[in-house]
Protein backbone atom coordinates (compact mmCIF):
# COMPACT_ATOMS: atom_id res chain seq x y z
CA UNK A 1 0.00 0.00 0.00
CA UNK A 2 1.55 3.19 -1.00
CA UNK A 3 -1.33 5.66 -0.70
CA UNK A 4 -3.95 6.03 2.37
CA UNK A 5 -6.57 8.55 3.63
CA UNK A 6 -8.16 9.89 6.92
CA UNK A 7 -11.28 11.50 7.36
CA UNK A 8 -13.09 12.24 10.94
CA UNK A 9 -17.13 11.95 11.15
CA UNK A 10 -20.29 12.51 13.25
CA UNK A 11 -19.74 14.60 16.40
CA UNK A 12 -16.16 15.73 17.06
CA UNK A 13 -14.44 15.06 20.33
CA UNK A 14 -10.93 15.97 21.79
CA UNK A 15 -8.21 13.98 20.74
CA UNK A 16 -9.65 13.29 17.37
CA UNK A 17 -6.61 15.84 16.08
CA UNK A 18 -4.00 13.90 17.46
CA UNK A 19 -5.36 11.03 15.78
CA UNK A 20 -5.34 12.64 13.02
CA UNK A 21 -1.50 13.40 13.23
CA UNK A 22 -0.17 10.29 14.24
CA UNK A 23 -2.23 8.84 11.28
CA UNK A 24 0.03 11.42 8.80
CA UNK A 25 3.28 11.01 10.57
CA UNK A 26 3.21 7.24 10.58
CA UNK A 27 2.30 6.53 7.44
CA UNK A 28 5.07 9.46 5.98
CA UNK A 29 7.71 7.38 8.73
CA UNK A 30 6.54 4.47 6.57
CA UNK A 31 7.21 6.32 3.30
CA UNK A 32 3.74 6.32 2.66
CA UNK A 33 1.72 9.49 1.29
CA UNK A 34 -1.48 10.56 2.48
CA UNK A 35 -4.69 12.46 1.87
CA UNK A 36 -6.97 13.98 4.23
CA UNK A 37 -10.93 13.77 3.59
CA UNK A 38 -12.78 17.44 4.55
CA UNK A 39 -16.27 17.19 6.19
CA UNK A 40 -16.57 13.26 6.67
CA UNK A 41 -18.29 11.63 4.00
CA UNK A 42 -19.84 14.43 2.98
CA UNK A 43 -15.82 15.56 1.83
CA UNK A 44 -15.55 12.00 0.55
CA UNK A 45 -18.82 12.66 -1.83
CA UNK A 46 -17.88 15.78 -2.87
CA UNK A 47 -14.01 15.06 -3.59
CA UNK A 48 -12.90 16.97 -0.96
CA UNK A 49 -9.41 15.35 -0.98
CA UNK A 50 -6.25 17.21 -0.44
CA UNK A 51 -2.35 15.22 0.32
CA UNK A 52 -0.87 16.22 3.75
CA UNK A 53 2.48 16.86 4.81
CA UNK A 54 4.11 16.72 7.54
CA UNK A 55 3.15 20.75 8.39
CA UNK A 56 -0.17 20.00 7.51
CA UNK A 57 -0.74 18.17 11.13
CA UNK A 58 1.50 20.33 13.42
CA UNK A 59 0.65 22.18 16.53
CA UNK A 60 -2.79 20.11 16.49
CA UNK A 61 -2.09 17.65 19.04
CA UNK A 62 -3.34 19.87 22.35
CA UNK A 63 -6.45 21.13 19.75
CA UNK A 64 -9.93 19.85 20.47
CA UNK A 65 -12.37 19.91 17.49
CA UNK A 66 -10.90 18.26 13.99
CA UNK A 67 -8.58 20.19 11.28
CA UNK A 68 -10.55 17.44 9.17
CA UNK A 69 -13.68 19.24 10.06
CA UNK A 70 -16.72 16.58 10.01
CA UNK A 71 -20.49 16.68 8.69
CA UNK A 72 -23.64 14.31 9.26
CA UNK A 73 -24.12 12.84 5.18
CA UNK A 74 -27.34 11.43 4.58
CA UNK A 75 -26.46 10.90 1.02
CA UNK A 76 -23.29 8.71 2.44
CA UNK A 77 -26.09 5.95 3.78
CA UNK A 78 -27.31 4.97 0.42
CA UNK A 79 -25.49 2.94 -1.78
CA UNK A 80 -25.05 5.09 -4.28
CA UNK A 81 -23.41 7.50 -1.83
CA UNK A 82 -20.97 4.62 -0.81
CA UNK A 83 -19.93 3.53 -4.59
CA UNK A 84 -19.42 7.31 -5.05
CA UNK A 85 -17.12 7.82 -2.72
CA UNK A 86 -15.01 5.22 -3.67
CA UNK A 87 -14.54 6.05 -6.61
CA UNK A 88 -13.14 9.71 -5.56
CA UNK A 89 -10.81 7.67 -3.47
CA UNK A 90 -9.74 5.47 -6.39
CA UNK A 91 -9.27 8.73 -8.48
CA UNK A 92 -6.63 9.91 -6.00
CA UNK A 93 -4.94 6.43 -6.03
CA UNK A 94 -6.17 6.10 -2.32
CA UNK A 95 -5.42 1.91 -1.38
CA UNK A 96 -7.10 2.04 2.08
CA UNK A 97 -8.64 4.70 4.59
CA UNK A 98 -8.85 5.45 8.58
CA UNK A 99 -12.15 6.57 9.86
CA UNK A 100 -12.31 8.33 13.00
CA UNK A 101 -15.16 8.75 14.88
CA UNK A 102 -18.16 7.16 16.49
CA UNK A 103 -21.08 4.72 15.79
CA UNK A 104 -22.53 6.13 12.51
CA UNK A 105 -18.91 7.23 11.34
CA UNK A 106 -18.02 2.99 11.90
CA UNK A 107 -21.34 1.78 9.87
CA UNK A 108 -19.75 4.01 7.07
CA UNK A 109 -16.95 2.57 7.38
CA UNK A 110 -18.35 -0.74 7.72
CA UNK A 111 -20.77 -0.17 4.39
CA UNK A 112 -16.89 0.42 2.36
CA UNK A 113 -15.74 -2.63 4.07
CA UNK A 114 -18.97 -4.56 2.50
CA UNK A 115 -18.64 -2.95 -1.05
CA UNK A 116 -14.42 -4.29 -0.35
CA UNK A 117 -12.76 -1.57 0.07
CA UNK A 118 -10.04 -1.78 2.41
CA UNK A 119 -10.94 0.53 6.04
CA UNK A 120 -9.86 0.95 9.96
CA UNK A 121 -12.35 2.08 12.16
CA UNK A 122 -10.55 4.49 15.55
CA UNK A 123 -12.75 4.76 18.46
CA UNK A 124 -13.23 8.90 18.27
CA UNK A 125 -16.22 9.60 20.58
CA UNK A 126 -16.81 11.24 23.69
CA UNK A 127 -19.79 9.08 24.88
CA UNK A 128 -17.37 6.00 24.83
CA UNK A 129 -19.63 3.65 23.31
CA UNK A 130 -18.03 1.56 21.04
CA UNK A 131 -17.81 -2.34 21.63
CA UNK A 132 -14.20 -3.78 21.21
CA UNK A 133 -12.36 -0.71 23.61
CA UNK A 134 -12.85 0.31 27.16
CA UNK A 135 -11.90 3.75 25.83
CA UNK A 136 -12.68 5.75 23.39
CA UNK A 137 -11.01 9.19 22.49
CA UNK A 138 -12.15 12.54 23.48
CA UNK A 139 -13.97 10.47 26.77
CA UNK A 140 -11.47 11.21 29.53
CA UNK A 141 -11.65 15.14 28.11
CA UNK A 142 -14.86 15.32 28.41
CA UNK A 143 -15.21 13.14 31.68
CA UNK A 144 -12.55 16.42 33.05
CA UNK A 145 -14.80 19.08 32.32
CA UNK A 146 -18.23 17.48 33.52
CA UNK A 147 -16.49 16.95 36.42
CA UNK A 148 -15.19 20.57 36.69
CA UNK A 149 -18.53 21.66 35.77
CA UNK A 150 -20.19 19.44 38.93
CA UNK A 151 -17.21 21.03 41.35
CA UNK A 152 -18.27 24.32 40.76
CA UNK A 153 -22.31 23.74 40.50
CA UNK A 154 -21.97 22.39 43.83
CA UNK A 155 -20.23 25.01 45.58
CA UNK A 156 -23.27 27.32 44.30
CA UNK A 157 -26.17 23.95 45.67
CA UNK A 158 -23.94 24.07 48.91
CA UNK A 159 -24.28 28.19 49.28
CA UNK A 160 -28.54 28.09 48.47
CA UNK A 161 -29.11 24.40 49.98
CA UNK A 162 -30.27 23.48 46.63
CA UNK A 163 -30.88 20.43 44.45
CA UNK A 164 -29.65 20.82 41.30
CA UNK A 165 -29.99 18.35 38.46
CA UNK A 166 -26.92 18.27 35.81
CA UNK A 167 -27.92 17.20 32.09
CA UNK A 168 -25.00 15.50 30.48
CA UNK A 169 -24.39 14.44 27.05
CA UNK A 170 -25.13 9.79 26.57
CA UNK A 171 -28.38 9.29 24.05
CA UNK A 172 -27.72 5.78 24.66
CA UNK A 173 -24.98 5.20 26.84
CA UNK A 174 -24.45 6.33 30.23
CA UNK A 175 -21.15 6.36 30.79
CA UNK A 176 -20.22 10.01 31.02
CA UNK A 177 -23.07 10.51 33.60
CA UNK A 178 -22.06 7.03 35.36
CA UNK A 179 -18.09 8.07 35.72
CA UNK A 180 -18.33 12.15 36.05
CA UNK A 181 -21.53 11.43 38.82
CA UNK A 182 -19.30 8.63 40.68
CA UNK A 183 -16.30 11.33 40.50
CA UNK A 184 -18.30 14.01 41.41
CA UNK A 185 -19.94 12.40 44.55
CA UNK A 186 -23.57 12.90 43.05
CA UNK A 187 -26.20 11.91 45.08
CA UNK A 188 -27.84 10.18 42.52
CA UNK A 189 -27.23 8.99 38.73
CA UNK A 190 -30.09 8.30 35.71
CA UNK A 191 -28.74 6.52 33.03
CA UNK A 192 -30.31 5.00 29.41
CA UNK A 193 -28.93 1.72 30.76
CA UNK A 194 -30.80 1.23 33.76
CA UNK A 195 -34.83 2.01 34.79
CA UNK A 196 -34.90 4.86 37.72
CA UNK A 197 -37.32 4.31 40.33
CA UNK A 198 -38.74 7.98 41.53
CA UNK A 199 -39.68 6.81 44.77
CA UNK A 200 -36.06 5.27 45.64
CA UNK A 201 -34.59 8.90 44.90
CA UNK A 202 -37.38 10.86 46.92
CA UNK A 203 -36.61 8.74 49.00
CA UNK A 204 -32.87 8.69 49.26
CA UNK A 205 -32.85 12.78 49.17
CA UNK A 206 -35.50 12.75 51.99
CA UNK A 207 -32.93 10.58 54.04
CA UNK A 208 -30.24 12.96 53.45
CA UNK A 209 -32.44 16.19 54.76
CA UNK A 210 -33.34 14.05 57.86
CA UNK A 211 -29.18 14.17 58.48
CA UNK A 212 -28.85 17.68 57.85
CA UNK A 213 -27.67 17.23 54.16
CA UNK A 214 -28.71 20.71 52.85
CA UNK A 215 -28.08 20.18 49.01
CA UNK A 216 -27.75 17.39 46.17
CA UNK A 217 -26.53 16.98 42.90
CA UNK A 218 -28.79 14.48 40.28
CA UNK A 219 -26.71 13.78 37.24
CA UNK A 220 -28.96 12.93 34.24
CA UNK A 221 -27.70 11.80 30.68
CA UNK A 222 -29.81 12.89 28.00
CA UNK A 223 -30.99 9.74 26.57
CA UNK A 224 -33.11 9.10 29.76
CA UNK A 225 -34.40 12.76 29.43
CA UNK A 226 -34.18 16.32 29.71
CA UNK A 227 -33.19 18.00 32.50
CA UNK A 228 -36.06 20.14 32.78
CA UNK A 229 -38.10 17.31 32.00
CA UNK A 230 -36.63 15.42 35.26
CA UNK A 231 -37.08 18.12 37.31
CA UNK A 232 -40.53 18.89 36.62
CA UNK A 233 -41.30 14.73 37.40
CA UNK A 234 -39.29 15.30 41.02
CA UNK A 235 -41.14 18.60 41.20
CA UNK A 236 -44.49 16.57 40.83
CA UNK A 237 -43.43 13.88 43.35
CA UNK A 238 -41.99 16.51 45.95
CA UNK A 239 -42.74 19.79 45.39
CA UNK A 240 -38.57 20.70 45.59
CA UNK A 241 -37.10 23.48 44.20
CA UNK A 242 -34.70 22.47 42.30
CA UNK A 243 -32.05 24.33 39.48
CA UNK A 244 -30.68 22.54 35.80
CA UNK A 245 -27.80 22.85 34.57
CA UNK A 246 -27.68 21.29 30.53
CA UNK A 247 -24.01 21.32 30.14
CA UNK A 248 -24.27 21.03 26.36
CA UNK A 249 -21.58 21.48 23.80
CA UNK A 250 -18.92 22.74 26.55
CA UNK A 251 -18.04 18.58 26.73
CA UNK A 252 -17.19 18.20 23.13
CA UNK A 253 -15.00 20.96 23.14
CA UNK A 254 -11.04 21.96 25.09
CA UNK A 255 -7.76 20.63 24.67
CA UNK A 256 -7.32 16.67 25.15
CA UNK A 257 -6.13 15.42 28.17
CA UNK A 258 -2.74 13.97 28.23
CA UNK A 259 -4.87 10.57 28.38
CA UNK A 260 -6.64 10.89 25.48
CA UNK A 261 -3.23 12.56 23.24
CA UNK A 262 -1.65 9.50 24.21
CA UNK A 263 -4.58 7.15 22.87
CA UNK A 264 -5.33 8.76 20.06
CA UNK A 265 -1.41 8.34 18.68
CA UNK A 266 -1.00 4.70 19.82
CA UNK A 267 -4.73 4.06 18.10
CA UNK A 268 -4.11 6.09 14.88
CA UNK A 269 -0.77 4.80 14.19
CA UNK A 270 -1.81 1.34 14.83
CA UNK A 271 -4.42 1.84 12.05
CA UNK A 272 -2.03 2.89 10.12
CA UNK A 273 0.15 -0.28 10.66
CA UNK A 274 -2.71 -2.22 9.96
CA UNK A 275 -3.24 -1.36 6.64
CA UNK A 276 0.09 -1.73 5.81
CA UNK A 277 -0.41 -5.07 6.14
CA UNK A 278 -2.68 -5.50 3.80
CA UNK A 279 -6.06 -5.80 6.63
CA UNK A 280 -9.02 -3.70 6.19
CA UNK A 281 -12.30 -4.35 8.00
CA UNK A 282 -10.63 -3.56 10.89
CA UNK A 283 -11.41 -1.40 14.03
CA UNK A 284 -8.75 -0.63 16.74
CA UNK A 285 -9.14 -0.43 20.19
CA UNK A 286 -7.94 -0.67 24.14
CA UNK A 287 -8.29 -3.10 26.55
CA UNK A 288 -6.18 -3.59 29.73
CA UNK A 289 -3.85 -0.61 28.36
CA UNK A 290 -3.09 -3.19 25.45
CA UNK A 291 -4.06 -2.38 21.67
CA UNK A 292 -6.43 -4.43 19.85
CA UNK A 293 -8.29 -4.49 16.70
CA UNK A 294 -11.35 -6.57 15.43
CA UNK A 295 -13.65 -7.06 12.69
CA UNK A 296 -15.32 -4.12 12.31
CA UNK A 297 -18.67 -5.81 11.20
CA UNK A 298 -18.76 -8.30 14.35
CA UNK A 299 -18.42 -5.20 16.64
CA UNK A 300 -21.35 -2.95 15.27
CA UNK A 301 -23.59 -6.59 15.92
CA UNK A 302 -22.54 -6.08 19.88
CA UNK A 303 -24.86 -3.86 22.09
CA UNK A 304 -22.86 -1.04 24.16
CA UNK A 305 -22.32 -2.38 28.10
CA UNK A 306 -21.87 -0.35 30.65
CA UNK A 307 -20.04 -0.98 33.72
CA UNK A 308 -23.00 -2.13 35.95
CA UNK A 309 -20.63 -2.95 39.49
CA UNK A 310 -19.33 1.04 39.19
CA UNK A 311 -23.01 1.59 38.70
CA UNK A 312 -24.21 -0.44 41.77
CA UNK A 313 -20.84 1.19 43.91
CA UNK A 314 -22.38 4.83 43.16
CA UNK A 315 -25.36 4.05 44.98
CA UNK A 316 -23.50 2.58 47.39
CA UNK A 317 -21.29 5.68 48.05
CA UNK A 318 -24.36 7.91 47.96
CA UNK A 319 -26.01 7.03 51.00
Known sequence: MKRIGVL???????GMNAAVRAVVRKAIFHNLEVYGIYQGYNGLINNNIK???LGSVGDIIHRGGTMLYTARCEEFKTKEGQLKGIENLKEHGIEGLVVVGGDGSYRGAKALTEHGYPCVGVP???DNDIPGTELTIGF????????????KIRDTATSHERTFIVEVMGRNAGDIALWSGLAGGAETIII????FNMDDIVGRLKKGQERGKKHSIIIVAEGVMSGQEFAQ????ATNMDTRVSVLGHIQRGGSPTASDRVLASRLGARAVELLMDGKGGR???IEENKLVDYDIIEALAKPHKINLNMYKLSKELSI
Open 283 to 285: AVG
Open 233 to 236: KLKD
Open 51 to 53: KLE
Open 140 to 151: DTALNTVIDAID
Open 124 to 126: GTI
Open 8 to 14: TSGGDSP
Open 192 to 195: PEDN
